[in-house]
Nanobody, 124 residues
Framework: QVQLVESGGGSVQAGGSLRLSCAASGRTSSAKAMAWFRRAPGKEREFVAG????????RYADSVKGRFTISRDNAQNTMYLQMNSLKPEDTAVYYC?????????????????WGQGTQVTVSI
């Protein structure tokens, strides 16, 4: 059993920055990777960025490459998403997720645990 809690969402102007945090607790020993997904109005949930449990590798959606950075603090079991140069199209509910199975990182259905989501709103 794993619990994930996101924080750090809010409203910013285009070009601004925001850092999201995801605190993981419970039995994380089987974790393979963590990721951030988002769901924008009128769109399906999409992969944003992922990181292996060890933090040894990362992956990003093309739309956020060069702007977002995913990282982990293993000592605190916390994952971060540093979002820079935010655009209005980044507006969405962002979800933290953790998977224990060896499935593609970008597949939302492959993740076992999800946070409650945190709203990010980017205004012009």
């Amino acid at each position: 059993q794993v619990q994930l809690v996101e924080s750090g969402g809010g409203s910013v102007q285009a070009g601004g920055s925001l850092r999201l945090s995801c605190a993981a607790s419970g039995r994380t020993s089987s974790a393979k990777a963590m990721a951030w997904f988002r769901r924008a109005p009128g769109k399906e949930r999409e992969f944003v960025a992922g990181i292996t449990w060890s933090g040894s590798s990362t992956r990003y959606a093309d739309s956020v490459k060069g702007r977002f950075t995913i990282s982990r603090d293993n000592a605190q079991n916390t994952m971060y998403l540093q979002m820079n140069s935010l655009k209005p199209e980044d507006t969405a509910v962002y979800y933290c997720a953790l998977k224990t199975l060896r499935v593609p990182q970008t597949l939302s259905a492959g993740y076992d645990y999800w946070g409650q989501g945190t709203q990010v709103t980017v205004s012009i």
